[in-house]
C-alpha cells in the first residue's frame, strides 16, 4: 500500500470514528455541495434557507434529521424542535395544490402552538443562491411566517422520495412518521393527525 493510499485509509477511519454519536450508533451526515460559498446569491434569506445538511443514515422507522440557517444565521437543526409535533410539506411554487396546501400550514402555524411547520420546495428550476432569491420572493409575495427550505431530490430521497407536491409528513415527540399525505390533505385531516401524534407521545 503506497503513502497516499494508507493516508486516505486512515482519514477514512478518523471520519468514521468521528461520525459515532455517544450512543455509538453510526451517524453519517450528507452535506450537499449547494452549501458551498455561493457567488450567485445566499445561503439563507430571512426565513428562507438551503438545507445544510442531513443524516445520511437515520433510525428505522423515524424521520431523518436536518439543519437549515434561521434569520439571524444561526444553524437550526429538526432534533431540536422534537418537544413538537413537527408537519414537514414538501411543495413547488408551480404547483396550485401545494399552494391551497400552504394555506392551511399558514393556519395550523398561527393556531397550534404545539405544531412547528417547515415546507420544503421542490423542482423549482433553480439552484442554491438564486432558489433562495426565488424563494423569497415567493416567501415575502405570500407571507408566510414559517420556515421554507431548498429541496432537491438527494433529500426527498431520505423521505422515501417526493414523487408527489405536495407531500405532507407529520413526525412526533419520538422521531416518529406518524402520518404521510401525497397530495392535498384538507385541514380537518391535518389537524385530526397532529392531534393523534400528541396523544401518542
Given amino acids: 500500500m503506497n503513502g497516499l493510499a494508507l493516508l486516505l485509509l486512515l482519514g477514512s477511519v478518523v471520519f468514521l470514528l468521528q461520525s459515532c454519536s455517544s450512543t455509538g450508533a453510526l451517524r453519517t451526515l450528507y452535506v450537499p455541495?449547494?452549501?458551498?460559498?455561493?457567488?450567485?446569491?445566499?445561503?439563507?434569506?430571512?426565513?428562507?434557507?438551503?438545507?445544510?445538511?442531513w443524516d445520511r443514515i437515520?433510525?428505522?422507522?423515524?424521520?431523518?434529521?436536518?439543519?437549515?440557517?434561521?434569520?439571524?444565521?444561526?444553524v437550526r437543526e429538526m432534533a431540536d424542535y422534537y418537544n413538537k409535533v413537527i408537519v414537514i410539506s414538501f411543495f413547488g411554487t408551480w404547483s396550485p395544490p401545494s399552494d391551497n396546501q400552504?394555506?392551511?400550514?399558514?393556519?395550523?402555524?398561527?393556531?397550534?402552538?404545539?405544531?412547528?411547520v417547515i415546507a420544503v420546495a421542490m423542482r423549482e428550476g433553480v439552484r442554491g443562491g438564486k432558489a433562495v432569491q426565488k424563494l423569497d420572493s415567493f416567501a415575502?409575495?405570500?407571507?408566510?411566517?414559517?420556515?421554507?427550505l431548498v429541496g432537491s431530490p438527494?433529500?426527498?430521497?431520505?423521505?422515501?422520495?417526493?414523487?408527489?407536491?405536495?407531500?405532507?409528513?407529520?413526525?412526533?415527540?419520538?422521531?416518529?412518521?406518524?402520518?404521510?399525505?401525497?397530495?392535498?390533505?384538507?385541514?380537518?385531516?391535518?389537524?385530526?393527525?397532529?392531534?393523534?401524534?400528541?396523544?401518542?407521545?
Avoid: C, M
Avoid at 33 to 53: A, E, R
Avoid at 104 to 111: A, G
Fill in 33 to 53: 455541495p449547494n452549501v458551498k460559498p455561493d457567488t450567485v446569491g445566499p445561503n439563507y434569506l430571512h426565513n428562507v434557507s438551503q438545507v445544510k445538511y
Fill in 58 to 74: 437515520s433510525p428505522a422507522n423515524r424521520a431523518t434529521n436536518f439543519a437549515w440557517w434561521d434569520s439571524s444565521g444561526t
Fill in 102 to 116: 400552504l394555506l392551511f400550514l399558514d393556519s395550523i402555524y398561527t393556531q397550534d402552538t404545539n405544531a412547528f
Fill in 140 to 148: 415575502r409575495a405570500r407571507n408566510i411566517p414559517y420556515e421554507v
Fill in 154 to 201: 438527494d433529500f426527498g430521497f431520505t423521505y422515501g422520495g417526493i414523487d408527489v407536491v405536495p407531500t405532507t409528513f407529520v413526525i412526533d415527540q419520538e422521531h416518529r412518521i406518524t402520518a404521510t399525505f401525497e397530495g392535498f390533505v384538507t385541514e380537518d385531516k391535518l389537524r385530526a393527525a397532529i392531534t393523534k401524534a400528541e396523544a401518542s407521545n
